[in-house]
């Protein structure tokens, strides 16, 4: 299976990782791995103030702070995998990938906000789940 692993580097992305590594199915050597993560787009004024090279390094070196605890988890595991970082909207990046890349699979943790936190401050797995074509876990 190719499988889009969604990442932000809070606590909901540690227990997607742990519940992975307890499901053999689908923590396995045999599956190919991609982690995503997106950084949010700076207003353009702000981006228009500090530089574009400013701002590449800075939306760079967040990425890594995201995807290198992961990426050294997988490793510890024996599975490498790839790393695509974005900058824009989570939930439409995560959803444009999974379908572009042909992924068999999104596994993403949820903060599970619930219907009226999903109203008030929107959800990045409602977006992904609305626009996605491929199947997605979701792990609380």
Do not use: W
Not at 17 to 32: C, I, P, Q, R, V
Request: charge should be positive; aromatic fraction near 4%.
């Amino acid at each position: 299976m190719k499988i889009l692993l969604a990442v932000d580097g809070s606590e909901f992305t540690k227990k997607m990782l742990a519940y992975l590594a307890t499901h053999d199915e689908l923590f396995s050597t045999s599956n190919k791995y991609t982690l995503i993560t997106a950084q949010a787009q700076l207003p353009a004024r702000a981006r228009a103030v500090v530089g574009k090279e400013v701002v590449e390094t800075y939306q760079r070196e967040e990425a890594e702070k995201v995807l290198a605890p992961v990426s050294t988890f997988l490793a510890r595991h024996g599975i490498e995998a790839k790393s695509i970082t974005k900058v824009g909207h989570a939930g439409e990046i995560i959803s444009k990938t999974a379908d572009s890349g042909k992924f068999d699979m999104v596994v993403m943790g949820s903060h599970g906000h619930g219907t009226l936190g999903n109203l008030v401050m929107g959800s990045v797995a409602t977006q992904v789940l609305a626009h996605c074509k491929v199947p997605v876990l979701l792990v609380r």
